[in-house]
């Protein structure tokens, strides 16, 4: 793609590169937030092996607003305004966008999806006879769709674009196609996410 006689990866180029060549070679994320992950991590399975049940329903209940809010707010609002950027503005958002995804979000899918399936194995909702037990089918297989594009899709755009933005001449159509079908996954997520919505509720006020 040319635009006024420069291609997009020229550009993406010029404006992409690091600056500083610390920038280039340092760690790609925040070494902090990866402790701060692993703690996270590890104090849910501290609260699965003493089946704390305040504890499952604080990592499902927060876990799972953080995911939707931020599938929802990736694919239906930041999505439309990064297509409507500049490509140096754009570059520049992804550079620092990306990064706290990588660190905020495997701790949070695994939160959530680990203390609801042990919340519902400890109230018995596994054990429901159908036609009740549809419903929980329905979220696995819901879930278990969000989970797939999370970590099939999400996350290996992620970190390509990461690797590809600390090159000295990244590849400009390359990070455009990939960034297209990360907010486009995300946007899939978001619908998913409401129906995760519909779902929880029904089985919560019928259950």
Do not use: C
Request: glycine share 8%; hydrophobic share 60%.
């Amino acid at each position: 793609m040319i635009l006024d006689g420069v291609t997009v990866s020229e550009m993406v180029g010029a404006h992409a590169a690091p600056k500083e060549e610390k920038a280039a070679t340092g760690p790609i994320v925040n070494l902090w937030g990866v402790a701060i992950a692993l703690l996270v991590v590890v104090v849910l399975i501290v609260t699965i092996a003493k089946d704390w049940r305040w504890g499952l329903d604080f990592f499902h209940v927060v876990g799972g607003a953080i995911w939707i809010t931020v599938d929802l707010f990736m694919g239906w609002v930041l999505g439309p305004i990064m297509a409507k950027m500049s490509i140096p503005a754009r570059m520049e958002l992804i550079r620092r966008l990306m990064p706290k995804l990588m660190v905020i979000m495997p701790p949070v899918v695994i939160a959530t999806l680990t203390a609801g399936f042990q919340l519902a194995r400890n109230m018995g909702l596994l054990a429901l006879r159908y036609p009740e037990h549809w419903w929980l089918t329905a979220s696995f297989i819901v879930v278990g769709l969000m989970a797939i594009i999370a970590y099939g899709v999400m996350e290996p755009a992620n970190i390509l674009v990461l690797l590809e933005l600390r090159k000295p001449n990244p590849n400009g159509p390359l990070i455009a196609k990939t960034m297209s079908n990360f907010i486009y996954a995300t946007a899939a997520i978001g619908v998913l996410q409401i129906s995760t919505i519909v779902i929880m509720t029904r089985i919560a006020t019928k259950f």
